[in-house]
């Protein structure tokens, strides 16, 4: 991988300032990246209560919240071995911000029908998948530039504070997004998260060229088909994948089904959706500056382990807990331990893989985003027949089995820190 230096003075001496938990902040490029990446999902995290608010007005449906998740699940799943096998092909910065432009264009079509008054749940659906075939694109892109502008040693810290962006944004998207609507309706929400979309492009502009270093002519065919054969091939990871899909998978999709929480279960409306987004987002950042204090040697591939099974057992106690306000603290619980799960997965793959297929497995973690939406039509089934929280009980309890059983039957997996140590990798890139 070539990258194009960009010079900074002092950033050893910055470095010994640095706190552990921030320590890749020493990285300009890196700063710019977060500044980005943080703009990115408040304006994404911003629009999910606001679709959530505008789908179930337009149908008052759960099978409506399952059925836009779909639209964004389906292209995702499917383009998401091109978008990686693109990216280590493409200069991955003018990759990112072609895939953030056609998201913006999107949001400013919905926009444009709310302003003439005739925003229908299909358009939903179509702008839903408009954005799904964009994101196989931009995410693998996004994940692979971390390990370009701040290498493998600051790796894993570099992911955890990019995780916990994601997370305050979970947290400040939502409210900042209610406080436009209460003053400004919908409209204010639209146009703030369109801004942030083009605060995002700006970002993206002031980092270095990250070029992928190629020495053959194959097809983006065959570099698809290399990247499913070494993921399959190499044991550990394809391990790892699969454990970190299945909480994606099965337990995930509950946040999509928050809104019947806050309407049938607790009769808390709008404004108890907003205080649980809130609280899994504060869960959230709290997960992730957990990991990113952890020290580079930490054994990651068992802490992945407890915390899963942690984040399945919480989500469980708040899924049937009658009180609202009761709900709230293993739901906060809940959120660190899943944040924290995710955020090791993630790291361990990117530790395990070599640099010349790091845009194809980021597609395969792509992958496994891809199917939280698909979750959603089992656990959104299930609750409109037996209810949400009997439902959302069930997946966490098929979590939890599926996580012991990992435990005792895979040595593999409890092993996985020796095998990040002994992977292959090329020289680190130049800050």
């Given amino acids: 991988m070539h990258i ?5 003075n002092g950033s050893s001496e910055m470095a010994a300032k640095l706190p552990r938990g921030f320590v890749s902040l020493e990285s300009i490029p890196f700063r710019w990246f977060l500044v980005g990446h943080l703009s990115f999902f408040l304006a994404m995290q911003g629009l999910v209560l606001v679709r959530s608010l505008l789908a179930w007005d337009l149908t008052k449906s759960e099978m409506s919240l399952a059925y836009i998740n779909l639209s964004v699940a389906v292209p995702m799943v499917i383009g998401s071995l091109i978008g990686g096998a693109v990216t280590d092909r493409m200069e991955r910065k003018k990759l990112v911000i072609i ?3 056609v998201i913006l264009g999107c949001e400013s079509l919905i926009l444009t029908l709310i302003l003439l008054d005739q925003i229908a749940f299909w358009h939903m659906m179509v702008t839903a998948f408009m954005v799904g075939c964009a994101f196989p694109f931009v995410m693998p892109a996004r994940m692979a530039i971390v390990y370009d502008v701040v290498g493998r040693q600051h790796l894993a810290n570099a992911l955890a504070l990019s995780a916990g962006a994601n997370n305050l944004a979970r947290v400040l998207g939502p409210a900042v997004s209610g406080i436009m609507i209460h003053f400004f309706s919908l409209k204010g929400a639209y146009i703030m998260s369109i801004a942030l979309y083009v605060v995002a492009s700006l970002c993206m502009m002031r980092l270095p060229a990250c070029h992928p270093t190629r020495h053959d002519d194959k097809s983006l065919f065959s570099d698809m088909l290399y990247g499913f054969r070494y993921v399959t091939g190499h044991r550990p990871i394809f391990l790892c994948l699969i454990f970190g899909m299945f909480p994606m998978l099965i337990v995930m999709p509950v946040q ?3 809104v019947v929480f806050t ?3 607790w ?3 709008e404004s108890g959706l907003g205080l649980m987004m809130t609280i899994m987002g504060i869960g959230g950042v709290i997960g992730a500056l957990w990991v990113a204090r952890m020290p580079h040697n930490a054994r990651r591939s068992n802490l992945m382990i407890t915390t899963t099974l942690a ?7 708040f899924s049937l807990t009658p009180s609202f306000a009761f709900a709230l603290v293993p ?3 809940a959120n660190i331990f899943g944040n924290a799960s995710q955020t090791l997965n993630n790291t361990i793959l990117q530790l395990l893989v070599a640099d010349n297929i790091r845009g194809r497995m980021s597609s395969f973690i792509m992958l496994t985003f891809g199917l939280t939406p698909l979750g959603v039509l089992p656990i959104a089934f299930l609750a409109e027949r037996i209810g949400a929280p009997i439902a959302v009980f069930m997946a966490c309890l098929v979590l939890v089995l599926i996580v012991s059983g990992f435990y005792f039957f895979s040595p593999t997996l409890r092993h996985l820190d020796e ?3 002994e992977a292959p990798h090329t020289h680190p890139p130049t800050r």
Avoid: S, Y
């Fill in 256 to 258: 999509n089904l928050l």
């Fill in 263 to 265: 309407d049938e279960v």
């Fill in 331 to 333: 739901l906060l619980i």
């Fill in 311 to 317: 984040f399945a057992v919480f989500l469980g106690v």
């Fill in 267 to 269: 009769h808390t409306g």
């Fill in 99 to 101: 895939g953030q432009t």
């Fill in 4 to 8: 194009e230096k960009d010079k900074t």
């Fill in 419 to 421: 095998q990040a140590k």
